[in-house]
T-cell receptor, first 112, second 118 residues
Framework: KAGVTQTPRYLIKTRGQQVTLSCSPI?????VSWYQQTPGQGLQFLFE???????NKGNFPGRFSGRQFSNSRSEMNVSTLELGDSALYLCASSLGLDNEQFFGPGTRLTVL | AQSVTQLDSQVPVFEEAPVELRCNYS??????LFWYVQYPNQGLQLLLKYLSGSTLVKGINGFEAEFNKSQTSFHLRKPSVHISDTAEYFC????????????????FGKGTKLSVKP
C-alpha cells in the first residue's frame, strides 16, 4: 500500500511569490493534516481536513490556506512568501478523525 | 490550551544502555498522548500512543511509555538502545474525541535528539 505522497519534495521560491504544495493521502484515508517544521518553532499544526471540510486551523496568518478535494487529496497555499516561511511542510493522513496519522516525507520550502 | 514540554533537547547515551526521554504536558481536558520518531530527512513515524486504558503503553522498536496523570507526564523508555535508535523524538498531545478533539490536531514538544554512541 502506497504511503502518503507529497509533491514537490523540494522547492525554492523568492519573497513575495506564492506556492502550492500537494499531498496525496493513503488510499481510503479521509482526514489530512498539515504541519510546519522549523528549527526555531519546531512542529506546528497548520490545518486539519476531513471530507473536504476544514475542521481545525492553527495559529497562522491568513496567507496560509488549504483545501481538500473529493478524492481526499489536499493542497496548501502560501501567498506573499516571507523568509520565515522557509520550512519543512509535513502532511499526514488518517482513516478518520480518531485514527492514527501517517506522515509523508515532507516538502522542503526555501524562500530566498 | 494544551502544551508539551520535552525537558531534554539532547540525550547522549552509549549503545546497550537504557534511556528515558522525558515529556510533560498541560491540559485542562482529557488528552491523547503520542511519541513520534524522525530520522534525518524523513517524515514522522509513530512509536506509540496512549488513548485510554492501561497506562503502560508498548510501542515499536522496543520502546514503551507510561502515562502518569497526577504528574502529567508521558516519559519514553527503552531498556537497551542501539546505534539505529539515533534520531529525534517528539512527544505530542491532542484533545480527546470526548472533548471535540481528534488525533489529527497535534501539539508537539520541541523534540529530543537521541545520540547513541558505540
Amino acid at each position: 500500500k502506497a504511503g502518503v505522497t507529497q509533491t514537490p519534495r523540494y522547492l525554492i521560491k523568492t519573497r513575495g511569490q506564492q506556492v502550492t504544495l500537494s499531498c496525496s493521502p493513503i488510499s481510503g484515508h479521509r482526514s489530512v493534516s498539515w504541519y510546519q517544521q522549523t528549527p526555531g518553532q519546531g512542529l506546528q499544526f497548520l490545518f486539519e481536513y476531513f471530507s473536504e471540510t476544514q475542521r481545525n486551523k492553527g495559529n497562522f496568518p491568513g496567507r496560509f490556506s488549504g483545501r481538500q478535494f473529493s478524492n481526499s487529496r489536499s493542497e496548501m497555499n502560501v501567498s506573499t512568501l516571507e523568509l520565515g516561511d522557509s520550512a519543512l511542510y509535513l502532511c499526514a493522513s488518517s482513516l478518520g478523525l480518531d485514527n492514527e496519522q501517517f506522515f509523508g516525507p515532507g516538502t522542503r520550502l526555501t524562500v530566498l | 490550551a494544551q502544551s508539551v514540554t520535552q525537558l531534554d533537547s539532547q540525550v547522549p547515551v552509549f549503545e546497550e544502555a537504557p534511556v528515558e526521554l522525558r515529556c510533560n504536558y498541560s491540559s485542562s481536558v482529557s488528552v491523547y498522548l503520542f511519541w513520534y520518531v524522525q530520522y534525518p530527512n524523513q517524515g514522522l513515524q509513530l512509536l506509540l500512543k496512549y488513548l485510554s486504558g492501561s497506562t503502560l503503553v508498548k510501542g515499536i522498536n522496543g520502546f514503551e511509555a507510561e502515562f502518569n496523570k497526577s504528574q502529567t507526564s508521558f516519559h519514553l523508555r527503552k531498556p537497551s538502545v542501539h546505534i539505529s535508535d539515533t534520531a529525534e523524538y517528539f512527544c505530542a498531545v491532542s484533545v480527546s474525541m470526548n472533548y471535540g478533539g481528534s488525533q489529527g490536531n497535534l501539539i508537539f514538544g520541541k523534540g529530543t535528539k537521541l545520540s547513541v554512541k558505540p
